[in-house]
């Protein structure tokens, strides 16, 4: 068997679907905010699921360690940020040395951030993409693991452009966890 996977989510959840749909082992999935749709595609498959939301703790440190302990509970070797939009605490990523990686629509170190479609749409650039990386206290500056182009077409909005992007993740993100979760 891998190692046990825990995801962590905040929106629609497409990228929980394709590993979902990969057959990597997910054994819970923990969000930031009940109104994630990505909670919904967890239940469906079966998966425990739980929410830690800010304003339910002392500070961020709390409330990242009840989701590292939640998590912990359940198993979790390997943790997949997955669309999840807030950063963690160096006392959560201590739980998992090494082990908590993220999927970011950009090719890294090019726009990091909450805004990377908008970001790279509104710089001109010919050419952005999808990355794979390592997470750190930082804003999406850990090592990258693995990166893909999409090229940016005449014509693009932000929603056609993710829409592109967010297929080449659903491929690279299930390959990248199934290479380091192993089995
Ligand atoms: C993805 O494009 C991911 O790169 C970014 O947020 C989006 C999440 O989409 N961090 P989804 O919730 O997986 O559909």
């Known amino acids: 068997m891998g190692r046990?996977?825990?995801?962590?989510v905040s929106g629609a959840g497409s990228?929980?679907?394709?590993?979902?749909?990969?057959?990597?082992d997910v054994v819970a999935v923990a969000s930031n905010t009940t109104g994630a749709g990505a909670l919904a595609r967890a239940a469906l498959a079966g998966v425990p699921t739980a929410v830690f939301p800010l304003d339910g703790y002392a500070d961020r440190d709390a409330r990242d360690l009840a989701m590292a302990a939640w998590l912990e509970r359940h198993g979790v070797e390997l943790v997949v940020c997955a669309g999840y939009m807030q950063l963690l605490r160096p006392g959560f990523l201590e739980r998992f040395p090494?082990?908590?990686?993220?999927?970011?629509?950009?090719?890294l170190p090019a726009f990091p951030g909450a805004h990377a479609v908008d970001?790279?749409?509104?710089?001109?650039?010919?050419?952005?993409?999808?990355?794979?990386?390592?997470?750190?206290?930082?804003?999406?500056?850990?090592?990258?693991?693995?990166?893909?182009?999409?090229?940016?077409?005449?014509?693009?909005?932000?929603?056609?452009?993710?829409?592109?992007?967010?297929?080449?993740?659903?491929?690279?993100?299930?390959?990248?966890?199934?290479?380091?979760?192993?089995?």
């Open 98 to 107: 090494d082990a908590v990686i993220n999927v970011h629509p950009a090719l």
């Open 4 to 8: 046990r996977i825990g995801v962590l």
């Open 15 to 24: 990228n929980l679907q394709a590993l979902l749909d990969s057959g990597v």
């Open 119 to 183: 970001d790279a749409l509104e710089s001109g650039v010919a050419e952005t993409g999808a990355t794979v990386h390592l997470v750190d206290a930082g804003v999406d500056s850990g090592r990258v693991l693995r990166q893909e182009r999409v090229a940016i077409v005449a014509g693009d909005t932000r929603e056609t452009l993710h829409a592109r992007i967010r297929e080449v993740e659903h491929r690279l993100l299930p390959e990248v966890v199934k290479e380091l979760a192993g089995g």
